[in-house]
């Protein structure tokens, strides 16, 4: 988008709560996301009572999960994002994104004490994070293992991409607010892809290209405070960092909270066990009960 342009769109625009917005500056060869999550963000967070520290993983955890999720076309199947511990504080986190809609629930040792500022191992111990994409239209699963390890999400799968996917990658996330006044998360993230993506020759995967190091330094300035402004739209965030270059925009899919769970779904997967096994989950009142833990909810099935 011209300079002009991008002057003329930004004079009509209000800043919106949920929203994602695909970029990418082809001359530079890079492709990008921007995510803001905030009524989806607070009514996952408000399902369980998670100290902050915790709330905040979580927020930043779903705000990573939708930036990679936007990156694929709606009709592409759901992205995951699943941390198992060894030892550490935390038991299980997962999040996942499928045309918009996120969820995540995160599960911890309530005895444990939970400050700020701990790193990923004090946190998850000796744990992992996998990456898995299913993709239902072509019944494919992927799944790529990430090293929990640095002080953010964020940086683990920055490692994933440079050392997995040879792709170089830049990801912020931004998390501001508290449980008594609500949350709001923002993301960033900034990809070098090779030229025979974009139709021209192709390029080594080599993080400091030029043209990477150029985008890369300007995307790195990105502040915590800009990305959970409520006052900033995301063209404008992308103005400030990119005016020199010519961006092209697009909407993505607007995020919502997203668990899936209802009555039809569950009875269906608890009529495919054998009706031994189904007595045996039964209770004295002859209901079947499934806590759905996105949600917080308990369902009491017949079946």
């Not at 030892?87 to 911890?108: K, N, T």
């Not at 192709?202 to 409520?230: F, G, I, K, S, Y």
């Not at 961006?247 to 779904?265: E, K, Q, S």
Request: glycine residues 10%; negative net charge; aromatic residues 6%.
């Amino acid at each position: 988008m011209s300079r002009k342009a991008m002057n003329v769109m930004l004079e009509g625009l209000a800043p919106t709560a949920d929203r994602a917005l695909g970029f990418s500056v082809s001359a530079r060869n890079v492709r990008g996301q921007m995510v803001r999550l905030d009524t989806a963000l607070n009514a996952v967070l408000a399902a369980h009572a998670y100290p902050a520290p915790l709330a905040r993983l979580l927020a930043e955890a779903l705000t990573v999960t939708a930036l990679l999720g936007a990156t694929l076309r709606q009709d592409e199947g759901q992205l995951t994002l699943q941390a198992q511990s060894k030892g550490g504080a935390i038991d299980l986190m997962v999040c996942d994104y499928r045309a918009g809609a996120v969820r995540g629930y995160l599960s911890f040792d309530s005895t444990a004490e939970i400050a700020e500022g701990l790193s990923l191992q004090q946190l998850f111990g000796d744990g992992h994070l996998a990456i898995t994409l299913d993709q239902t239209a072509a019944s494919e699963r992927y799944q790529g293992i990430v090293p929990l390890e640095g002080h953010s999400i964020a940086e683990a799968i920055e490692g994933y991409f440079a050392n997995s996917e040879q792709l170089p990658t830049l990801i912020r996330v931004g998390v501001a607010g508290s449980s008594e006044t609500g949350w709001i998360a923002g993301g960033l993230l900034v990809q070098h892809l090779a030229r025979r993506e974009l139709g021209g020759e192709r390029l080594d995967a080599v993080e400091l290209h030029p043209d990477w190091q150029h985008v890369m330094t300007l995307a790195a300035t990105t502040t915590d405070a800009e990305l959970t402004d409520p006052t900033l739209t995301e063209e404008g965030l992308l103005w400030r960092l990119f005016h020199e270059e010519e961006v092209r925009i697009v909407d993505g899919a607007t995020p919502g909270r997203g668990c899936r769970c209802n009555l039809a779904h569950i009875r269906g997967v608890l009529e495919s066990f054998p009706e031994a096994e189904r007595a045996d989950m039964r209770g004295d009142d002859g209901r079947i009960s499934v806590d759905c833990k996105f949600c917080s909810r308990v369902f009491a099935i017949e079946a």
